[in-house]
């Protein structure tokens, strides 16, 4: 069976319902603290449409992780800082994780979140042939976050990823998935879909528009 796309954002738990009231750069209050995304091949092309529909005031943490040669230097953090609302940087090691900014993982680390809550750096074996694994990103996010975490699985070309949202899932967390037809590579959302039937399959702009959606409320 394919999983069934959105009536609309609203139906998301932590959206709100279309037309509602967004006023400018006053705190989102969401139903998440954190928002962790993972991809591999074709995963940009999905971010770029995704990050820049984040807005200003956020209080979640966003932490992204793709698969990236290890031998050079990330670029994601310098071309996203330019299109985004919110701050963002590449991770480090022991980083307080600060509500509002979004953290790409650095290539040859594995990127989990631990106690405090922080960022942290490891160099154990890959994973699926990947480091750094959207599996050790969202499972540590997972066990931090429990039910208040928001988990979003992009195009790439394995399985990385799909243990990870099973494990936001049984958490009590919230699982999309970029929907396969709609991936340059579908095989990791296809692969996450078969293991989580429960994730909701949405396309890059039906993501973007949760993400914009966000409810809002002025601050004092």
Do not use: K
Request: proline share 11%.
């Amino acid at each position: 069976m394919t999983p069934r796309g959105p009536d609309l954002p609203g139906d998301v738990p932590g959206a709100e319902a279309p037309g509602a009231e967004a006023p400018g750069a006053a705190a989102v209050d969401c139903a998440w603290d954190a928002i962790v995304i993972g991809g591999s091949s074709g995963a940009i092309d999905a971010l770029s449409i995704l990050l820049p529909a984040l807005p200003a005031g956020l209080r979640a943490s966003v932490i992204v992780v793709l698969h990236l040669p290890a031998d050079r230097r990330s670029l994601l953090s310098d071309i996203f800082s330019y299109r985004c609302a919110l701050p963002v940087q590449e991770a480090q090691d022991q980083q307080t994780i600060q509500p509002g900014h979004v953290y790409f993982g650095p290539p040859g680390y594995h990127l989990l979140v631990d106690r405090g809550p922080r960022l942290a750096l490891s160099i154990d074996p890959p994973v699926h042939f990947s480091r750094p694994s959207i599996d050790v990103l969202f499972q540590s996010a997972a066990d931090c976050y429990g039910e208040r975490l928001l988990g979003v699985l992009l195009s790439g070309a394995n399985e990385d990823g799909a243990e990870g949202l099973a494990a936001i899932h049984a958490a009590g967390g919230h699982a999309l998935v970029q929907a396969p037809a709609s991936a340059a590579v579908p095989a990791m959302p296809g692969a996450a879909l078969a293991l989580v039937p429960a994730a909701r399959a949405l396309t890059p702009d039906e993501i973007a528009a949760v993400f914009a959606q966000l409810p809002t409320r002025r601050l004092p």
